[in-house]
């Protein structure tokens, strides 16, 4: 059973309700998934790691939420080498601030694509001035990311 890893990287817990909604979603289609919650460069590095999803808001001004930050900043400093990790990315944002506005989620994704990383389909922003629970704009998303990425289980 392939593996899926969720790393929420949340202030006030919005991350980690769209990472438990859509988990149900991976695991009928055949994916064992776990919800990481305060990450870990190995985590990311493990080699059963080879498909991620990040849920991940912003804080301040377009900064990481807690702990998140000491995982992506050790991301960029010790360089694991991502070449064989694919993976998606929701990020969640407040367009109110203007041009900081899903700032955590925008960073990773070049982060990520800069230490190799594949980022299958578009990055899904979330806007709070939008959409009151994110997982209603969440779900819809994972599902067409689900058909059009072929990530069904046979």
Known sequence: MPKLKIFVGTMYGGALDVAEQV????????HEVV???NPTLEDLAAA??????????TTGSGDYPGSFASFA?????KSPGLGSLRYGL?????????????GA???LDELLEGQGAQRLGERLEIDAM?????????????EEWIESQQLKVA
């Open 23 to 30: 988990k149900p979603l991976f695991e009928e289609v055949g």
């Open 90 to 102: 929701i990020a969640l944002g407040d367009s109110s601030y203007g041009d900081t506005f899903c």
């Open 73 to 77: 900043q050790a991301i960029a400093e």
């Open 130 to 142: 939008e959409t009151f629970m994110a997982d209603d704009a969440a779900i819809p998303w994972v």
């Open 35 to 37: 919800i990481l919650e």
């Open 48 to 57: 059963d790691t080879d498909l991620a999803l990040f849920c991940v808001s």
């Open 105 to 107: 989620g925008r960073q």
